[in-house]
């Protein structure tokens, strides 16, 4: 029960189905202290009572007959004891609240109401001086504030909005004549809800040679876990499109991809794509909300891509340093971007003159000069995230991966490219 309800503390307890669970956890949360304290006592009894009346005078051994020495004895009530606590009142229990705390704690009702009898007993109290002596008197004084992990912070704002980027790469190609082409790579979840459309933009300085292409490449239903991050391989397998997995159903799914520019806006300010996938609707969202429960509902998890060429200077802010600003808005695993001169990268969707001229003359060389992590807004600077990955992308040479990239957060990467003989 103590599990079960450390797993439920930082939870709306109107999230649970049952009314008599939601009112008992919000009983508890308000008196978290006083569960703590008095859980305790029945421990302590269950223990101690187990011990003594597993004291015998003498034990029969088989094929021995009676033993009665005081060693034989003491082991015997040490070893019946310990498994007894072990197997039945400890492993097995903790394992099933850990499992699904709801619902042992929903079996563990009748146990609330025995703590709060026997604390009218107030037998832990006299632990309540000592606690203040030592906090009083010792680093317990100072409290803990600790920020929950990025990991964790993903899967409960994943659950909360329904959907995530799970996984974003993005691939910049550069050309000697400043052109280039940018590849960027999306893995979609989506938990909840009626998703039958979702929407991309992006944009450069300069201009779009054409318009961007839009793929999708796979679409798989899965379960929903609680944690993410369990199914993270999974995950892995359908973005880097191994075809170890089965199931993909992008191809029964009738889905409509549109693709637009912004011809309004001026060279001088750049270009504008944006693309529009619609369809109909999404499998996660096609079962009814009472038809499982937890983590049966299933999720869908959609793959595609966009390519784009872009004009010369599409980078290009200061005529020296070029730029890629890339906004993640909603919850991300994983965030990755590569820069690169093309011919490292190799271009087959690329004229064949054009590739042999440029190993004909001079080649590109992309230095790395930073990573800029902002807020939305002007002076959102994050110093420590900026120092951080500003040093993994020089140290990478083109290459940058965000673990959980913060939501909302810029990515702005800045490099120079060099033309070497």
């Known amino acids: 029960m103590e599990l079960a309800i450390t797993d439920l ?59 009665t020495s005081p060693t034989a004895r003491f082991w015997f009530s040490l070893v019946f004891t310990t498994f007894t606590v072990l197997w039945f009142c400890q492993v097995t229990p903790k394992r099933l609240a850990v499992i699904n705390s709801e619902l042992f704690l929903k079996q563990s009702t009748t146990v609330w109401r025995l703590i709060k009898i026997i ?35 993903y899967d409960i704002t994943t659950h909360l909005f329904g959907f995530a980027l799970d996984k974003l790469h993005t691939d910049i190609r550069i050309r000697p004549d400043g052109s280039g082409t940018i ?16 929407y991309g933009s ?52 009738m889905g409509n991809v549109e693709v637009g520019l912004d011809e309004d806006v001026l060279s001088q300010s750049g270009q504008e794509a944006q693309w529009s996938i619609e369809g109909q609707p999404l499998p996660e969202s096609l079962w009814l909300p009472n038809a499982v429960g937890g983590s049966n509902f299933p999720m869908a998890a959609m793959l595609y891509d966009v390519e784009a060429d872009v004009k010369p200077g599409g980078f290009d802010t200061t005529g020296a340093v070029d730029h890629w ?14 820069i690169k001169p093309s011919l490292e990268l190799g271009s087959s969707d690329a004229d064949q003159e054009l590739i042999e001229q440029e190993r004909s003359g001079p080649k590109l060389a992309a230095v790395m000069g930073g990573c800029r992590v902002t807020l939305v807004g002007p002076g959102t600077e994050m110093s420590e995230e900026t120092l951080k990955l500003t040093q993994s992308a020089v140290a990478g040479r083109g290459d940058l991966n965000v673990a959980y990239p913060l939501q909302g957060g810029c990515y702005e990467l800045s490099w120079r490219i060099f033309r070497r003989p």
Not at 9 to 34: C, H, M, W, Y
Not at 185 to 196: A, D, E, M, N
Not at 329 to 336: D, E, F, K, Q, V
């Open 183 to 198: 590849y960027k790579k999306f893995l979609i979840l989506f938990l909840r809800g009626h998703h039958s459309q979702m």
């Open 119 to 153: 604390s009218t007993l107030g037998l832990p109290n006299p632990s309540d001086l000592l606690v203040y002596t030592i906090q009083r008197n010792s680093n317990y004084s100072q409290g803990r504030y600790l920020l929950p992990g990025r990991a964790a912070h």
């Open 9 to 67: 503390l930082d939870k709306e307890p109107n999230q649970l189905r049952d009314a008599t669970v939601r009112s008992l956890l919000a009983q508890i949360q308000s008196r978290v202290g006083f569960f703590f304290a008095q859980r305790q006592v029945f421990v302590v009894v269950i223990i101690s009572v187990l011990s003594l009346t597993t004291a015998y005078n003498w034990i029969y051994v088989p094929l021995h007959g009676q033993v």
């Open 325 to 338: 600003p890339e906004t993640v808005g909603i919850p991300c695993r994983a965030y990755s971007i590569s």
């Open 202 to 253: 992006m944009s450069t300085r300069s201009g779009f040679l054409g318009t961007p292409r839009v793929r999708l490449k796979a679409l798989h239903v899965l379960p929903v876990p609680e944690r993410i991050e369990s199914i993270a391989q999974t995950l892995d397998a359908i973005f880097a499109e191994t075809g170890e997995l089965e199931g993909n159903i992008v191809s029964e799914w």
